[in-house]
């Protein structure tokens, strides 16, 4: 090859070089805006969860004096006690299998709750609710810190609620937007007069819920037998 032919190679080289080198750093930045979209996915729900959320269901539990339980003694202590009751599972309510058998109870009221919720939901779709977590100990939620930085505390306001036993996990993984959407309207009017504080948990598949003793009063004031409360107006 000549001289001639020589710088012409290489000139060709350099350009086949440029136009791969500026077609691998288009295809890196379009990766990196495909990836930075997918990180600010718009996500909406109707229960945020908030810093004021975590601080409004620790007043409750200080409201109604409970302990933050400590350990699983002070946990036998209070379901022997019968201040917590069995999780009321039934063929519209399952338990997660991994649960705990000491952790499969919350208080009264909030086993109320959600055995209404879950039959009306059932009604609705034909099948269970499923309760990922109940009561927890405050050793159990140091040990879930240890390895989930997004689980609430085990102290201070902004503490789990899960630790008073007012509180229960509802799994919304495999749900379809449309039973989304029912648990929200379902959920709605009870927050709105103070009777739970549910959060749409982003991180974990859950519907995270707080019930209030109050759940239990307002229950006694409904008319008749019917405790499918999905069509209960807010404000009755």
Known sequence: ?????????LILSLLSSSHLFGASAHTRATVRVRRTRARHIYWNPVFRGSRQSLIKQNEEIDRLQLPRIEDDAQLD?????????????????AV????????????PWTADFVSDLSQAYYLQFGRPLLVTSAVRTVEVQHKLRRHNRNAAPESGET?????????????????SKQ???????????????GLIEPEEERRQPVFHVMVSQRYAEWKQLLPG????????????
């Open 1 to 9: 090859m000549g001289t001639r032919g020589l710088r012409l190679f």
């Open 77 to 93: 202590d209070l379901i022997l006690r019968q201040e917590l009751v069995p999780l009321p599972a039934s063929e519209s309510l």
């Open 96 to 107: 997660a299998g991994n649960l705990p058998q000491n952790r499969r109870y919350c208080r």
């Open 159 to 175: 503490a789990s609620s899960h630790l008073a036993g007012l509180t229960i996990d509802i799994s919304k993984r495999g749900m």
């Open 179 to 193: 039973e989304k959407h029912w648990m929200d309207d379902y959920m709605l009017p009870l927050k709105q007069m």
């Open 225 to 236: 037998p019917d405790t499918s409360l999905a069509a209960v107006p807010a404000g009755k």
